[in-house]
């Protein structure tokens, strides 16, 4: 997605491409901490079980799947 932000304009970056750019990554940095805390509560919510370690992995697995897909998704509709 950032190089497809980048190939937007070919030219030096254009204020409006840089400010996409910046938003962008925010936005990732965003979700890493969303996905963070919510299988936080994942593993917190099985805290008194064994499986809260697999809940956790499964959880930052599934994610991760599903950004990949979001990520795929925007660059189909770009």
């Known amino acids: 997605v950032l190089k497809q932000i980048e190939d937007i304009n070919k030219n030096p970056e254009t204020e409006a491409q840089a400010d996409l750019k910046k938003t962008f990554i925010e936005a990732q940095r965003l979700w890493v901490k969303f996905r963070e805390a919510d299988c936080q509560s994942v593993y917190k919510f099985n805290s008194g079980g064994t499986i809260r ?12 799947e599903q950004r990949i897909k979001e990520l795929g998704e925007y660059e189909e509709t770009h």
């Open 53 to 64: 370690g697999l809940a956790f992995i499964s959880c930052m697995q599934s994610r991760a």
